[in-house]
């Protein structure tokens, strides 16, 4: 029994392999057989897991707990259906167990069938009412359903019971579907108190910042996603639209170039420095970028407000370089009307 207690205390301390180590030479009891699958199962070595598991159904085949876990372990190898089985099995067996029905609730959300898994949430609630996440997981389901009231209802709930970044961070999503943007970026503030360093948040944040022109916040939080998580692309991409906007096209024009040595194949980049490349008057670079266009799957009306915002920045210069370049403009954009 003390085995067993320092096992569970591994695992939960994150020790998983010191508790692979412990449990290597024991005689493999249903109850081993669970704390190896869970070992397995936190250090993602989800096909060692479910072989734990299913030893230890072989020993007791009325171990709801092993149905539960292996449902787990599928559905991280988004075994969804099988996953569905072995839940049903954990409820057959115990039709109280909450947190069966939490995870068969979360599978069926994978499988994008929201009144299931809403039903699946509610019996959940039902059984475990202090359970925040099954009320955050039933808001994003709600949420999905275009059911915003409701939703928001669940995430207060569930921050209510527990102060979590994660709902929060769907309750911002919700409100902004509401197009209530000054109270999702307060969610979204909320959430990075909690998990300073989310670059998911971080980048949501920074986009309905971005919506709402409250540029110099949204390039506060660009270039901190730039700071974590090194120079992508996109950042580099969604930082430069907003220097633009700043009218700090030098600055943007960097930042796409920078873009593009990264990923020469990034069609936004090469949207954004062209026009960027106007304001700048290096037209040879800003028409090269709208040849390159030609090359990607680029949206129709993507490339026509590329062309009208160009035609708007050049055409009230008087330069012949400028009239110059205004005609190919014209020339380019014929192509894609046709």
Avoid: W
């Avoid at 692309?233 to 096209?249: I, M, N, R, T, Y």
């Avoid at 920078?258 to 194949?265: L, P, R």
């Avoid at 129709?300 to 055409?315: A, C, F, H, K, Q």
Wanted: proline share 1%.
């Amino acid at each position: 029994m003390e085995l067993v207690d320092n096992a569970k205390n591994l695992i939960q301390s994150g020790k998983s392999e010191e508790a692979l180590d412990l449990l290597k030479d024991e005689e493999k009891s249903v109850d081993i057989l669970l704390l190896q699958g869970n070992a397995h199962y936190n250090l993602s070595q989800y096909e060692d897991a479910i072989e734990d598991y299913t030893k230890a159904i072989e020993l007791d085949k009325n171990c709801a707990k092993a149905y539960n876990n292996r449902g787990n372990s599928k559905g991280c190898l988004e075994r969804y259906d099988e996953a569905i089985e072995d839940y049903n099995k954990a409820i057959e067996l115990n039709p109280k167990y909450a947190e069966a029905y939490f995870n068969r609730g979360y599978v069926k959300y994978n499988l994008k069938k929201m009144l299931a898994s809403i039903s699946d949430y509610n019996k959940a609630i039902e059984l475990d009412p202090e359970n925040f996440m099954a009320y955050n997981n039933r808001g994003t389901a709600k949420s999905y359903l275009r059911d915003y009231d409701e939703a928001l209802l669940d995430f207060d709930k569930s921050i209510e019971i527990n102060d979590d970044h994660n709902t929060y961070f769907n309750r911002g999503v919700t409100k902004e579907c509401l197009n209530d943007y000054e109270n999702a970026i307060v969610d979204y503030s909320k959430a990075l108190e909690i998990k300073p360093d989310d670059v998911q948040i971080l980048l949501k944040k920074a986009f309905v910042e971005y919506r709402i022109e409250d540029y110099a916040s949204a390039e506060k939080d660009y270039e901190k996603v730039l700071e974590l998580q090194g120079e992508s692309p996109e950042a580099l991409v969604s930082l430069g639209v907003v220097k633009h906007k700043e009218q700090k096209d030098e600055e943007a024009f960097q930042l796409y170039s920078k873009a593009i040595d990264i990923d020469s194949e990034y069609a936004d980049a090469y949207i954004n420095r062209s026009i960027s490349a106007s304001k700048l008057e290096k037209y040879s670079i800003a028409e090269n970028d709208l040849e390159k266009m030609f090359s990607f799957d680029i949206f129709r009306n993507d490339y026509l407000s590329t062309y009208n915002e160009i035609r708007e920045i050049v055409s009230d210069r008087d330069d012949e370089k400028s009239k110059l370049f205004l005609i190919k403009v014209e020339e380019l954009a014929q192509r894609i009307k046709k």
